[in-house]
C-alpha cells in the first residue's frame, strides 16, 4: 500500500481522459495533473523538445512527491522512451502498451487505424509495436495537426471539428478498418463526434482510458494502490491560462476542474 498520490501529465486537456476513467476505477487514489498549456500543442514539436517538455513535467511531479508518474501522453510516450527520461525516480507509465494491447483484443479483421499527432505518427510507435505483437495486422496511421487547437478552444462537438474530423477520417474509412486507435489522449473528448463519422462497426481505442488501466495494473502489480477505496482527490496544475482548460473539464469530466495552481511556465 502506497497513500502519495499518482502524477499525471500532458500538454492540456488530453490526459483527462486518463483521469476520466482513474476516478472510476481507483475513486480513492489522489492525483496530481499537469497540463502543460503554455508549450502545447505537443504534436508539432522536435523530438529533443519533446525531452525537455517530459523532463521538466517530471521534475515538477516528482518535487511534489508521487508514487507513480504517467504520461497522459501519446506524443511523449511515442518520442521520449522511458529509457531516455533520466531524472525518473518512480514507476513510469506510457500510453503505447496498453493503448496496442487493447486494439489487437478488439480487432477481428486485423486491419486497424491510427489517429494521432503528427509526431505521433511520424515516430510510428504504435505501428511498431502493433507489428510486433501481430505481424498479420495491416494499418494505415494519419496525423490530424488540428484537432487539439480545435479541443483546447472548446470545439468538442460542432461543425467546426465535424468537418475537420471528415477530412481526416475519410482515408481510414476507404482503407476499411473495424478498430480505430485514438492514439493521441485528446481525441477520446471528442469520440462522439469520431464514432458517428466512423459508424458502430468500428471499435474505437480511447488512449486515455487505456492509460489508467495501465496505471491501475502497474500500481496493483507493485503492491502501491492507495489503502482508501474512495474518497481520493484530485489536484490539477497548469503552466498557462486555465479558462479553456476548466470549461473543457467541466464538460467533459461533468465536474468543475477547480485549477489550483497557475503556473508561469513549469519552473515555479
Ligand atoms: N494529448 C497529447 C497526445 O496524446 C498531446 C497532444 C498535443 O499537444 O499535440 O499526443
Not at 475519410?170 to 476499411?176: C, P, T, V
Not at 473495424?178 to 481505442?205: A, N, R
Not at 474518497?231 to 469530466?253: H, I, P, Q, R
Request: hydrophobic share 40%; glycine share 10%; with cysteine.
Amino acid at each position: 500500500m502506497n497513500n502519495k498520490a499518482i502524477g499525471i501529465f500532458d500538454s492540456g486537456v488530453g490526459g483527462l481522459s486518463c483521469v476520466k476513467e482513474l476516478l472510476h476505477c481507483l475513486p480513492g487514489e489522489d492525483i496530481k495533473y499537469l497540463g502543460d498549456t503554455l508549450r502545447m500543442p505537443y504534436g508539432v514539436k522536435t523530438i529533443d523538445q519533446l525531452h525537455q517538455c517530459a523532463k521538466d513535467n517530471v521534475d515538477f511531479l516528482q518535487r511534489r512527491d508521487v508514487k507513480l508518474i504517467a504520461a497522459a501522453c501519446g506524443t511523449v510516450s511515442s518520442n521520449v522512451p522511458k529509457e531516455n527520461m533520466d531524472n525518473l525516480a518512480v514507476p513510469f507509465v506510457d500510453v503505447i502498451k496498453p493503448t496496442v494491447n487493447a486494439a489487437l483484443k478488439a480487432t477481428k479483421t486485423k486491419r486497424i487505424g491510427i489517429v494521432a499527432t503528427p509526431a505521433t505518427v511520424k515516430a510510428n510507435s504504435m505501428g511498431k509495436r502493433l507489428k510486433e505483437m501481430d505481424s498479420s495486422v495491416e494499418i494505415i496511421s494519419v496525423g490530424c495537426t488540428d484537432f487539439v487547437p480545435l479541443i483546447e478552444s472548446g470545439h468538442i462537438d460542432d461543425d467546426i471539428i465535424r468537418q475537420s474530423a471528415e477530412g481526416y477520417l475519410a482515408q481510414i474509412k476507404k482503407f476499411g478498418v473495424d478498430t480505430l486507435i485514438l492514439g493521441c489522449t485528446h481525441y477520446p473528448i471528442i469520440s462522439k463526434v469520431i464514432g458517428e463519422i466512423m459508424g458502430s462497426g468500428v471499435t474505437l481505442i480511447d488512449s486515455g482510458r487505456e492509460t489508467a488501466v495501465g496505471i491501475k495494473m502497474t500500481l496493483e502489480k507493485l503492491g502501491l494502490l492507495n489503502a482508501r477505496e474512495k474518497g481520493g482527490s484530485t489536484e490539477y496544475f497548469v503552466t498557462n491560462n486555465t479558462d479553456a482548460f476548466d470549461s473543457v473539464a467541466k464538460v467533459f469530466l461533468g465536474e468543475d476542474a477547480h485549477v489550483k495552481s497557475i503556473l508561469k511556465g513549469i519552473e515555479e
